[in-house]
């Protein structure tokens, strides 16, 4: 059976983000013994200016919520072409399986997310 339990966000450390582009931190993953189909919930940060740059998930579908900051999602549609869209503090971004994209912070204050990652 599983307990609830609580975390402190002060208490869970800062790491680097994907591909160096930012930070996180690691809220819930598959350790924590929850959900069974979520891989993992992060808290997200970008500088001004800066990216996650290029990727994608391989079977795993990506939300996430803009708490701070504004910037740009960009990705490959279904044609293989690319297209973009702007976000700002209050949206939630959905990005599909197997969808290469980045994520920009473009406004002039940090971005601050959570990621939520699902197997597809």
Do not use: N
Request: charged share 20%.
């Amino acid at each position: 059976m599983r307990e609830p339990f609580k975390k402190s966000l002060g208490e869970i450390p800062v790491e680097e983000g994907y591909k160096g582009g930012g930070g996180r931190q690691v809220v819930l993953s598959r350790e924590d013994d929850i959900a069974e189909h979520l891989q993992i919930l992060t808290r997200g940060f970008l500088s001004s200016g800066a990216s996650f740059p290029w990727h994608g998930h391989q079977g795993t579908d990506e939300f996430f919520i803009v708490l701070k900051g504004a910037g740009q999602v960009t990705y490959q549609d279904e044609s293989g072409g690319l297209s973009s869209f702007a976000y700002t503090a209050g949206d939630i971004v959905y990005i599909p399986a197997d969808v290469p994209h980045g994520i920009e912070c473009t406004g002039s204050e940090g971005c601050e997310y959570h990621f939520v990652r699902l197997d597809a």
